[in-house]
């Protein structure tokens, strides 16, 4: 399936200065975005973000703020809500890194694990989504519901049995 919201960079066609972009998904985007993200509906879509390439250390900086409005269902009246977000993040990438190297530095929990870029290409969309993403609910439900579970079970009023008397019971 070819993706419609879309962005990607080639790293290499980069040079050492500030970038900025501005992202804002389409309604055809959004269609696509709602069937990424797994949701209901996606008002819409935004991303501001900024990039910074330092080819000395061999790290690119990214980031900015991505917002969005989602329609999502609610796990306890079933109904549909609407839920905004607004992430700002920040991200570190090594441009000549590959898994093996990053494997390396995962072993001291202190330090700052930069992520890989892949095959020369980061996609500024996927980045923005992941943000989204990072931020849904996973039983999402809207303001002030509450689950409430009424047990019918009276531990007072009924009486207890000892396990092994109904054991005893069936064996009979």
Known sequence: MQKKFSY??????LKQNE???????????????CQILQVEKVHYFKAEMKLKL????HLLKIWGK?????????????????????VPFEL??????????????GSDINAEVPDIIENGVINLADIAMEQIALQIDDYPRAV?????????YDE???PR????????KLKK
């Open 161 to 168: 049995e000892n396990p092994f008397a109904v054991l005893a």
């Open 144 to 152: 002030g519901e509450i689950f409430e579970y009424n047990n019918s």
């Open 19 to 33: 970038y900025a972009f501005v992202l804002k998904a389409d309604a055809a985007e959004l269609v696509d975005i």
């Open 54 to 57: 330092n080819v000395r250390e």
């Open 8 to 13: 990607p960079l080639q790293i290499d066609e």
């Open 66 to 86: 991505v917002a969005a409005e989602l329609e999502l269902k609610s796990v306890i009246s079933l109904e549909n809500f609407k839920q905004k977000y607004e």
């Open 92 to 105: 570190f990438f090594d441009t000549k890194a590959n898994y093996r190297d990053i494997r390396d530095l």
């Open 156 to 158: 007072e009023k009924t």
